[in-house]
C-alpha cells in the first residue's frame, strides 16, 4: 500500500486548504483513513478519520472546521479545512487503518500505512 498525500501550503488565518491522500496498491474500501498532524516538537496527534462507511470522527479542535471526506472512485480521501488558525501549523499525514476496532482509529499507533506528509503552515 502506498499513500501520497498533496496540498499542503501556505495559508493565512481564516483561510482555508484542501489536503488530498489517495491510495495505491490495495482496495480502497478495505480501509479506514486518518489524518494526523504533527507540529515541531511535539507528538503525532489525531485530527479526523473516515471509516468504510464514510461515518466521520474528529478531534474537538477541528469540529465545525474540518471535513473528512473519501470518494472511492478515485481511492482518495480528503481534508477540508477552513477558519484555519496558527495552531493548525504542522506537517499533516494520512493513513490507512485495517482494524475495525473504533477506538484504535484515533491512535497513531491504530494504523498500518502511512504517507510522507504534506506541510500547512498559517500565518497570522
Known amino acids: 500500500v502506498q499513500l501520497q498525500a498533496s496540498g499542503g501550503g501556505l495559508a493565512q488565518a481564516g483561510g482555508s486548504l484542501r489536503l488530498s491522500c489517495a491510495l495505491s496498491?490495495?482496495?480502497?474500501?478495505?480501509?479506514?483513513m486518518g489524518w494526523f498532524r504533527q507540529a515541531p516538537g511535539k507528538e503525532r496527534d489525531f485530527v479526523a478519520a473516515i471509516n468504510r462507511s464514510g461515518s466521520p470522527y474528529y478531534v474537538n479542535s477541528a469540529k465545525g472546521r474540518f471535513t473528512i471526506s473519501r470518494d472511492s472512485a478515485k481511492n482518495t480521501v480528503y481534508l477540508q479545512m477552513n477558519s484555519l488558525q496558527p495552531e493548525d501549523t504542522a506537517v499533516y499525514y494520512c493513513a490507512a487503518a485495517t482494524t475495525s476496532i473504533a477506538s484504535s482509529w484515533f491512535r497513531a499507533s491504530g494504523y498500518d500505512y502511512w504517507g510522507q506528509g504534506t506541510l500547512v503552515t498559517v500565518s497570522s
Open positions: 496498491g490495495r482496495t480502497f474500501s478495505s480501509y479506514v
